[in-house]
């Protein structure tokens, strides 16, 4: 079944990057979920900053707002969609992830299958 591990950092280092876990830690957990043959999809996202927040009124007027858009401690920083046996396994593999740590989070979903 396949899983979204959505990361959110709750400290934001001065180059945007989460505070509490270094560059090697991630790379060393993007191995572990590559050899594992779990990876199906992930990306990191980039600096808030860059975010663009699109909304849509009833009346169907669009509303576009630059920069930071929400007023919340943590920031999704990226995510990894992984394909497990069951929840116990995601969560074991959330668990390991450098973004769990700290004041960090990851977010489990499964992902929809409107295929079934």
Not at 24 to 39: F, N, R, S
Not at 47 to 53: E, G, K, R, S
Not at 81 to 107: E, K, M, T, Y
Not at 111 to 116: E, L
Request: net charge negative; aromatic share 8%; charged share 20%.
């Amino acid at each position: 079944m396949k899983y979204m591990l959505l990361i959110n950092a709750g400290a934001i280092d001065a180059d945007g990057g989460a505070a509490e876990c270094g560059v090697q830690e991630w790379m060393a957990y993007d191995k572990a979920v590559h050899d594992a043959g779990i990876w199906v999809s992930g990306e990191s996202l980039a600096d808030l900053v860059t975010a663009t927040t699109v909304r849509v009124g009833s009346d169907g007027e669009r509303s576009v707002v630059d920069g930071p858009f929400a007023e919340t401690r943590e920031v999704l920083g990226g995510f990894y969609v992984i394909d497990v046996p069951d929840l116990d396994a995601a969560l074991d593999w959330a668990a390991r992830c450098p973004g769990a740590r700290g004041s960090g989070s990851v977010v489990v979903r499964p992902v929809a299958d409107f295929g079934a």
